[in-house]
Nanobody
Framework: QVQPVESGGGLVQAGGSLRLSCAASGRTFSNLSMGWFRQAPGKEREFVCNIGWSDGSTYYTNSVKGRFTISRDNAKNTVYLQMNNLKAEDTAVYYC???????????WGQGSQVTVSS
């Protein structure tokens, strides 16, 4: 079992920055990927980005490339999402998720609200 726990988020003006953190506990971390998803009001949950735990490889959805950065701290079993130049359309609940050995995004955090005012 893996339990991701998120922190961060809040209210920011357009053009501002926020950082989300996700600490995962429950097992030794190898052969996994951690990612961020978001769900805006009235919309389906969408993929934002992910990072490979062993090699640090990253992947971003097009709408956040150049503005968001995902990183990890292996010693703390924590992943971060630095969000810069935020836009109103980034407003959503952001979820941290864990994919163990390519079996799918089965473990989810509780969600953090990010609100960007225009």
């Amino acid at each position: 079992q893996v339990q991701p726990v998120e922190s961060g988020g809040g209210l920011v003006q357009a053009g501002g920055s926020l950082r989300l953190s996700c600490a995962a506990s429950g097992r030794t971390f190898s052969n996994l990927s951690m990612g961020w998803f978001r769900q805006a009001p009235g919309k389906e949950r969408e993929f934002v980005c992910n990072i490979g735990w062993s090699d640090g490889s990253t992947y971003y959805t097009n709408s956040v490339k150049g503005r968001f950065t995902i990183s990890r701290d292996n010693a703390k079993n924590t992943v971060y999402l630095q969000m810069n130049n935020l836009k109103a359309e980034d407003t959503a609940v952001y979820y941290c998720a864990v994919n163990l050995a390519g079996t799918g995004w089965k473990y989810w955090g509780q969600g953090s609200q990010v609100t960007v005012s225009s």
